[in-house]
T-cell receptor, first 110, second 115 residues
Framework: AQTVTQSQPEMSVQEAETVTLSCTYDTSESDYYLFWYKQPPSRQMILVIRQEAYKQQNATENRFSVNFQKAAKSFSLKISDSQLGDAAMYFCAPGLKLTFGKGTLLTVNP | GAGVSQSPRYKVAKRGQDVALRCDPISGHVSLFWYQQALGQGPEFLTYFQNEAQLDKSGLPSDRFFAERPEGSVSTLKIQRTQQEDSAVYLC?????????????FGQGTRLTVV
């Protein structure tokens, strides 16, 4: 079984600043991927970034990067130069069959 | 179409009624997932198909829930004798490969309200 903990129900950030969303998980799998998905009010989940667990190098996708600590089972998302369009629910999902956390609601203040 | 399409977008059902929710995945996608998302919660895995084979249905909450994908493309999630606790958004996702760790593309979901 997999469990996912997103300890920050809500976060806010000023436009152009940096914010980090935390995620810890537990899995019995040895080889897996981890995902951060974004869900705007339109409800459509959009992939933000993906990390392969066997890779030590942290994934980066433009303004989005992760801090993956495999031993600690921690997978945080850093958003740099935050934009108004980044406002959404963010879900962490580790491993097989995408068990999602409860999400973090990110507000971006102009 | 270019993305995953779900229909209807909204469904209101009377308690005890049967409902069928449809998912049209991206053409050629092998894997298909169904999720249930209650208000203010993250999506909960329901079931997973690889082509027409239902490889995992461990997340289906009761035997009132049934999913099929008979030709390996369109999938239907059926809920019999709906109850109020079934009210949620039902999300469908598909991915290109059989490996469940490849990127999944989501539809906009069907919001089911049981009254």
């Amino acid at each position: 079984a997999q469990t996912v903990t997103q300890s920050q129900p809500e976060m806010s950030v000023q436009e152009a600043e940096t914010v980090t969303l935390s995620c810890t998980y537990d899995t019995s799998e040895s080889d897996y991927y981890l995902f951060w998905y974004k869900q705007p009010p339109s409800r459509q989940m959009i992939l933000v970034i993906r990390q392969e667990a066997y890779k030590q190098q942290n994934a980066t996708e433009n303004r989005f990067s992760v801090n993956f600590q495999k031993a600690a089972k921690s997978f945080s998302l850093k958003i740099s130069d935050s934009q108004l369009g980044d406002a959404a629910m963010y879900f962490c999902a580790p491993g097989l069959k995408l068990t999602f956390g409860k999400g973090t609601l990110l507000t971006v203040n102009p | 179409g270019a993305g995953v399409s779900q229909s209807p977008r909204y469904k209101v059902a009377k308690r005890g009624q049967d409902v069928a929710l449809r998912c049209d995945p991206i053409s050629g996608h092998v894997s298909l997932f169904w999720y249930q998302q209650a208000l203010g919660q993250g999506p909960e895995f329901l079931t997973y198909f690889q082509n027409e084979a239902q490889l995992d249905k461990s997340g289906l909450p009761s035997d009132r829930f049934f999913a099929e994908r008979p030709e390996g493309s369109v999938s239907t999630l059926k809920i019999q004798r709906t109850q109020q606790e079934d009210s949620a958004v039902y999300l469908c996702a598909s991915s290109l490969e059989a490996d469940v760790n490849t990127e999944a593309f989501f539809g906009q979901g069907t919001r089911l309200t049981v009254v």
